[in-house]
């Protein structure tokens, strides 16, 4: 596609809507079958559709095309509607009574505690190999999204509420394409109106309240509606490439809350498999002596258990990133930088370390499911689209040996590994200019960075066992 007709796609006004209404056919089917298809997580359209297609879709777009996602994403889209009275078109008097989100609350602490409730349930409830718990949590978060965007201003579920905008987000830092202001002069010296954020008669400002011609410098909350592309009255703002992971070391003022919630989705994705593989039989039975018995997956003392493990996996990262973060001062013998400074900063380097443990994870999981996926399809076009046959035979298609799969997700998790250690490398860079103290701030974390991809490498091994 030459680049002027990209332009004139992307400047196309109902360019969001034409991408957002097939996927929101694909999710009223999902939620049908979740909720009424066969209670079986296997033969269930939704549950496959949504932990195989869907998840994996995800956290693969995240390398290239950061929240692509969001563009598409038709619970955040709900809202917008409801808030606007339109459905791409400028409308000038909407539904939503227009509040501004409390102060307080901008930022990613609420986002991230719902993340943590989100893959606790998972874990403890069994969410992905439940069809109903599946249309439940679709249910809940395209009410959810109607409600906040009715009441307050702009995408607000999307920014701060959303359980998986901390995690979309964080991983939309290592992604390769970015959509920013082309010539900061233009913005600054040439434009009074600053239409990208505020919005004008024709078009609306950035949804997710960002302000693509000055203070954006990541791909944190940019959704790619590519509604400034539209309302910049000087053309000036580009989709480019840049080399993956830039937003990593790049970004100017990096928050606590991003860091903080950095190492929480790392905790989540390397140490605390790690705990819940070595530690669980054990914390349950101890429990069973204390607690009354139940059934899974109401089963007090596995739940306590899960509980408790989760809580020590996310409070050691928490703590093994403070404490490198110390002896990293402490190498560099920089005393003008602050222990806390390192951590924002480093912790955001340790973000692919967690996305490449996560897209292991579901390569395991679409190798050998894939399969399931014509199965489904068929049950659900036999019944569609309540999806309650079952269909006469499963396929379940290992694609490679397991062995073959182990091979693979190590080659991921150190590809991971290498793209952290460049931001870290480049990040020590930025903090102490002397090359000599940039290397020694740089050791202990790298030693962090290698010891947590060997964490998952060897849960990963015991699957193996
Ligand atoms: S509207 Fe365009 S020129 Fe004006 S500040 Fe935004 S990006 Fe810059
Ligand atoms: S910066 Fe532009 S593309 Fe990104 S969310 Fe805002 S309006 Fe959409």
């Not at 109902?14 to 089917?29: E, G, H, M, R, W």
Request: glycine content about 8%; proline content about 6%.
């Amino acid at each position: 596609m030459t680049r002027s007709r990209a332009r004139a796609l992307l400047g196309l006004h109902a360019f969001q809507f034409l991408l957002v209404l097939p996927t929101t056919v694909i999710v009223a089917v999902v939620l049908a079958s979740g909720a009424v298809g066969m209670d079986h997580p296997s033969v269930n359209f939704g549950t496959v559709f949504t932990w195989v297609v869907w998840w994996g879709t995800l956290l693969v777009s995240f390398v290239i095309l950061g929240r692509a996602w969001c563009l598409v994403c038709p619970l955040g889209a709900i809202g917008e509607w409801v808030q606007r009275l339109s459905l791409w078109w400028r409308s000038s008097a909407g539904a939503g009574l227009g509040l501004r989100w409390p102060k307080r609350l901008r930022n990613l602490w609420p986002a991230t505690a719902l993340f943590v409730v989100f893959i606790f349930l998972d874990n403890a409830y069994g969410m992905s190999n439940s069809p109903r718990l599946t249309a439940g949590l679709i249910a809940v978060l395209a009410l959810g999204a109607a409600w906040v965007d009715f009441v307050f201003e702009r995408r607000a579920f999307c920014r701060y509420v959303c359980p998986l905008t901390a995690f979309i987000g964080l991983n939309a830092l290592v992604s390769a394409f970015e959509l920013r202001g082309r010539d900061p002069d233009v913005c600054r010296d040439r434009c009074a109106t600053k239409d990208c954020f505020r919005g004008n008669r024709r078009h609306w400002g950035c949804p997710m309240s960002e302000f693509p011609g000055g203070a954006m410098d990541t791909n944190l909350y940019c959704i790619l509606c590519t509604e400034c592309v539209k309302s910049c009255p000087h053309g000036n703002i580009a989709l480019r490439w840049r080399p993956p992971g830039r937003d990593l070391w790049a970004m100017r003022k990096p928050r606590t809350d991003g860091a903080f919630a950095a190492v929480i989705v790392l905790a989540l994705a390397t140490v605390v498999p790690f705990v819940m593989v070595a530690f669980l039989p054990r914390a349950r039975s101890v429990l069973s002596g204390l607690l009354p018995a139940g059934t899974p997956p109401n089963d007090p003392p596995r739940l306590v258990a899960a509980a408790l493990l989760f809580a020590i996996g996310a409070g050691a990262t928490l703590g093994l990133v403070w404490i490198w973060s110390c002896l990293s001062r402490a190498a560099a013998g920089d005393r003008t930088v602050a222990t806390r400074t390192l951590f924002t900063r480093y912790a955001y380097a340790l973000i692919p370390i967690g996305l490449s443990k996560f897209l292991v994870d579901l390569l395991d999981h679409a190798l050998r499911t894939w399969g399931a996926l014509s199965d489904v399809t068929r049950a659900l076009l036999l019944d569609f689209p309540l999806n309650r046959v079952m269909p006469d035979r499963l396929t379940v298609v290992h694609l490679l040996a397991p062995t073959s799969v182990y091979v693979l997700q190590v080659a991921l998790l150190l590809a991971g590994l290498v793209l952290s250690l460049n931001a870290m490398h480049r990040i020590s860079l930025r903090v102490s200019r002397d090359h000599r103290a940039a290397f020694a701030s740089f050791l202990p974390m790298a030693g962090l960075a290698l010891v947590l991809s060997l964490v998952s490498i060897w849960t990963l091994g015991m699957g193996l066992v």
